[in-house]
DNA sequence: CGAGCCGTTGAGGGGATTCAAGCTCAGTGG
DNA sequence: CCACTGAGCTTGAATCCCCTCAACGGCTCG
């Protein structure tokens, strides 16, 4: 229970665990009032995800020393998360999906990694760095903005936190070297199968969000009609069925025998 | 030069740095004694590419508190780096190139990534997991093993440890996703200027190793006959002049117009 | 020397791109 | 209501790039 740092903290009365802060409305409570529960805290705690999250590493007493509010926003498909601001900040992604583009020398973007519910970007913004990527929402997304001064805070009295980022770091690490050896491989319909593989984990299993064909394209290194004319084949084969816009179901049945067949051609 | 390694630590009383040690062969000196400067330090002290390496970010007295040994191994060229062994490790090259290959679900490999001085390769074993690639030699190279014990209970005591550590994962991050935007995307003659920028940079600016032709399909996805006849154009336009096997001569003006070329295609 | 590996080059075929046309669908305004 | 529009998807045809298969030369090594 080590008070966390910085701010020249004045001190409260210990309050028992649980009891809410009675504050009156519209008084401001100071952010160095580390002692007193934040709301943010509260907030966390009941956060659906957090499991799975950055802050699952912190147990409940360690939610208590969060002491500031953490932004929640939400993002238009096609809507690019802004890292304008000089106030470094990293981010939980709480639903929807995201992907990483980076911009090759040529001009044009290549997108690089995909992110869902509970993953963590912009874990640079630890290191005072700004990395080359830019992150573009996919679908409609929510994300928790945590910003880079609370994890390092943090960090100082949690141990746990700290393995918990570099667990973090090295899971994108692979994730990117996995894109990297599975999508970036091979002929286009392997690169096709294989993307679809990893979009129905990111969704539920059958059901599953598909990209526009020029993002195919983007992830694959494939001109969108190459893509159209994958996935037309996927439907005829019976491994997709069209669900909407953006939208299709899939059947494992099929999407295993289309993998393997891809596989040992 | 190092004392070879992994043997039964020998030890003494407080002596002046540099002499040698008068030890009693068969004592054991408990690893709690930290107080003793370990010969270690000293050959860690003296490394010539400390400023690059992880231990950098170690002042002078901390470069004392390493209390085991650290095992310096040379691998020939295409030689695994073996990780069998129950005790994990990390690995720091001092000198050469290795790489990473990964393979794919088809069964090919696919070179994911490139190491040269001063990389530091392997940081999974410090969160106990093992990745999925394995570590070969591309030149002959010569590579410090840190047991992952030891940075573990550095990392206690030294904060700037773990920045350095955060600083790696994120550099081996960007590093993929460079390698992804830029060696796995376009043309074949785009790649391949790509590569021999790349290795431009791992070398001294104007000599360079040149990977078998095989390798470099591997690492651009690509047949080895079309990386072939691509480094045949590369050295008809007078960007590469052959030296001796698996060596090369850059042209840093001719490159620099072959890399504006494959681009504005 | 023959065996084997590596690099190079050629010829032919196949797969991806390019260019192009038509389609559905949502939004807009006459 | 419906033509108009534009974005996204699909499909076709022609071209081109890369892969496949193949042969050959240089080199090292048993």
């Given at each position: 229970?080590?008070?966390?740092?910085?701010?020249?903290?004045?001190?409260?009365?210990?309050?028992?665990?649980?009891?809410?802060?009675?504050?009156?409305?519209?008084?401001?409570?100071?952010?160095?009032?580390?002692?007193?529960?934040?709301?943010?805290?509260?907030?966390?705690?009941?956060?659906?995800?957090?499991?799975?999250?950055?802050?699952?590493?912190?147990?409940?007493?360690?939610?208590?020393?969060?002491?500031?509010?953490?932004?929640?926003?939400?993002?238009?498909?096609?809507?690019?998360?802004?890292?304008?601001?000089?106030?470094?900040?990293?981010?939980?992604?709480?639903?929807?999906?995201?992907?990483?583009?980076?911009?090759?020398?040529?001009?044009?973007?290549?997108?690089?990694?995909l992110?869902?519910?509970?993953?963590?970007?912009?874990?640079?913004?630890?290191?005072?760095?700004?990395?080359?990527?830019?992150?573009?929402?996919?679908?409609?997304?929510?994300?928790?903005?945590?910003?880079?001064?609370?994890?390092?805070?943090?960090?100082?009295?949690?141990?746990?936190?700290?393995?918990?980022?570099?667990?973090?770091?090295?899971?994108?690490?692979?994730?990117?070297?996995a894109w990297?050896a599975d999508l970036?491989?091979?002929?286009?319909r392997r690169r096709v199968v294989r993307l679809v593989q990893r979009l129905a984990g990111l969704g539920?299993g059958r059901?599953l969000?598909l990209?526009?064909?020029?993002?195919?394209?983007?992830m694959l290194?494939?001109?969108?009609?190459?893509?159209?004319?994958?996935?037309?084949?996927l439907?005829?084969?019976?491994v997709l069925?069209?669900?909407?816009?953006?939208?299709a179901?899939v059947s494992p049945a099929a999407l295993a025998a289309a993998l393997r067949a891809a596989d040992?051609?």
């Amino acid at each position: 229970m080590s008070p966390p740092a910085v701010a020249p903290r004045p001190a409260g009365r210990l309050r028992a665990p649980g009891a809410p802060a009675a504050t009156p409305p519209g008084r401001v409570v100071p952010l160095y009032r580390a002692d007193e529960r934040h709301p943010q805290a509260q907030v966390c705690r009941r956060c659906t995800i957090r499991s799975e999250a950055l802050f699952g590493a912190l147990d409940e007493t360690a939610l208590d020393r969060i002491h500031v509010h953490i932004a929640e926003l939400m993002l238009a498909p096609g809507e690019p998360l802004s890292r304008r601001g000089d106030d470094a900040a990293l981010y939980t992604v709480r639903a929807g999906v995201v992907r990483a583009e980076r911009s090759t020398t040529r001009g044009d973007r290549r997108i690089v990694r995909l992110a869902g519910a509970g993953a963590l970007i912009g874990q640079e913004a630890l290191l005072g760095r700004r990395s080359d990527d830019e992150w573009v929402a996919c679908t409609a997304a929510q994300l928790c903005r945590i910003p880079a001064s609370l994890v390092r805070e943090l960090l100082r009295s949690e141990p746990a936190l700290g393995q918990a980022l570099m667990q973090r770091w090295q899971s994108a690490l692979d994730d990117t070297e996995a894109w990297l050896a599975d999508l970036a491989t091979g002929p286009a319909r392997r690169r096709v199968v294989r993307l679809v593989q990893r979009l129905a984990g990111l969704g539920d299993g059958r059901h599953l969000w598909l990209p526009r064909r020029s993002e195919m394209g983007a992830m694959l290194d494939l001109t969108l009609e190459t893509a159209s004319r994958q996935i037309s084949a996927l439907r005829r084969d019976g491994v997709l069925t069209a669900v909407g816009p953006g939208g299709a179901e899939v059947s494992p049945a099929a999407l295993a025998a289309a993998l393997r067949a891809a596989d040992d051609a």
